[in-house]
């Protein structure tokens, strides 16, 4: 374990797994040895050195190192005021369609297809009959100005540079 997932893999594996994972998991041939807990010493309980910076609470990372929108929204939760932030992830107090978006969304799998030229793609489609650049749009934000002082013409002129549609 150390030498494949790090020291902190080795602290806290037996906080979160049952004593039981690796011998029901693994053939009897890979378990080999027992630890000598003797050679435990303080280098294995130090928190292995962060290969990120930490961010302070409102400092915002590179938009290029967010992958995706549950990043995006990890940001979101250290860089808003705590009264948008409320607002914002609270969506609409039940959370009924944001939840049931969330669990459709990620239900969906993208089947990439290895070693095509992908010199000449386009992203363009049609959106109820509106020609859009990307397969996706902008919804109503409501008080998007908590946001950004500009608020919804904002969004509209960012949705309007690149073609995205927006409600």
Known sequence: ILRHAGRDATTSYSEIHAPSVIPDNL???????????????????????SKTPQLQLNEKPPLSTL????????????????????????????????????????RMWWRPRILRN????????SILG???SLPFFVSPAA??????PEGEKALARGCAAKGVAQC
Do not use: Q
Not at 73 to 79: G, I, K
């Open 118 to 125: 992908v010199r000449d793609i386009s992203t363009k489609t």
């Open 27 to 49: 053939p009897p041939n890979k378990l080999i040895g027992r630890l000598d807990t003797s050679t435990v010493n303080e280098e294995w309980v130090k928190p292995p050195p």
């Open 67 to 106: 992958i995706n929108a549950y990043d995006i929204e990890e940001v979101a939760s250290r860089t808003l005021s705590k009264k948008t932030w409320a607002f914002y992830s609270s969506a609409a107090t039940d959370c009924v369609t944001r939840d049931a978006n969330k669990s459709m969304f990620d």
């Open 143 to 148: 008080m998007a100005r908590l946001v950004h």
């Open 130 to 132: 509106c020609n859009v």
